[in-house]
């Protein structure tokens, strides 16, 4: 009788460990599960988030469907067969400038809408704050619920002009006038950089632990446009931008030899690079180019 009280007592001993017990495992085991699955979507968020840099290149839904509505020829000067200095570069400025030009505009109206509606006295409508939105959206900034005067006036700071003889300097340099590969192959004027495999040209000399690509662009004026919002949208150039607001505060004239301080980051070389731009725009006179749509003639820089 002692040794069955005994067996029964141990049975139920063990049964009652063991539900204590299995809880506790399954538990383990599928925070394990949990910990496991984090971490793989952590990887898989790593591994699909592209890199980014200084020279980002991204051309917009917006754009995308400007450029279908506007479009333009297509074929460019072959820069590489001008023996002649002086008519490669008059020939790579008159090429140019036009989207420059036509960017810039597109700008200064979009400055003018956001100015419009910080005048008027109303709320913005929706057909307004969707807009406002994709700007945002464009710009890298956050999404915002209800708009405030200083959100909107915010958006000044990044929908402005970039100065003709700047962006005329730095294609220059970055595309040897029109004749590097990156530039023939690619109508890549600004050596911007882009991160899927396949979505443009490999850099020759690019390290075996980089993976960029130079970005091609289906004519020069796409790589413009890109160009400028880079400028205009990427933290990269938050200096830049400042400089730029700082002028428009004091009434002055924005131009290629005030802003090209603000590119210390679009190049390794720095200061160098910066000197370099700026030895462009002082030798070739590329302010004569800085004539916008806004009234605004500027002159000798």
């Known amino acids: 009788m002692e040794r069955k009280l005994l067996w029964v007592i141990s049975t139920l001993v063990i049964l009652i460990l063991w539900f204590k017990i299995e809880p506790q495992e399954t538990q383990q085991s599928g925070s394990k599960a949990q910990i496991t699955e984090k971490v793989q979507t952590k990887k ?7 890199n980014k840099s200084a020279r980002d290149a991204t051309v917009t839904k917006e754009e995308e469907a400007y450029f279908q509505s506007h479009p333009i020829d297509s074929s460019k000067p072959n820069f590489a067969a001008m023996s002649d200095i002086q008519e490669r570069k008059a020939a790579f400025f008159d090429y140019l400038l036009p989207f420059v030009e036509e960017k ?13 509606i910080l005048a008027n006295e109303e709320p913005p409508t929706r057909e307004d704050k969707t807009w406002l939105a994709a700007l945002r ?6 999404k915002v619920g209800v708009y405030t005067h200083q959100d909107i006036t915010t958006m000044l700071r990044y929908v402005d002009v970039i100065p003709a003889s700047l962006v005329l300097a730095q294609a220059a340099n970055e595309s040897a006038w029109g004749t590097s590969r990156f530039a023939v192959q690619g109508n890549n004027y600004f050596g911007q950089w882009c991160f ?18 130079v970005r091609k662009f289906s004519d020069a004026r796409e790589s413009v446009f890109a160009y400028i919002d880079n400028l205009n949208s990427n933290s990269a150039y938050k200096e830049l931008r400042s400089i730029r607001a700082q002028l428009r505060e004091n009434g002055s004239t924005i131009t290629g030899l005030a802003l090209v301080h603000g590119l210390e980051k679009y190049s390794q070389r720095g200061q160098d690079y910066i000197d370099e731009i700026e030895s462009l725009i002082d030798y070739n006179e590329l302010w004569r180019f800085n004539v916008h749509t806004d009234s605004a003639t500027y002159n000798n820089e």
Do not use: F, M, W, Y
Request: one cysteine or more; glycine letters at 6%; a neutral charge.
């Open 44 to 50: 898989e968020k790593e591994e699909v988030k592209p």
């Open 104 to 116: 810039n505009t597109l700008l200064l109206e979009d400055r003018a809408r956001i100015q419009a």
């Open 137 to 142: 959206k464009i710009h890298k900034l956050s």
């Open 196 to 213: 899927t495999r396949g979505c443009g040209l490999v850099p020759n000399a690019r390290g075996e632990d980089k993976d960029h690509e």
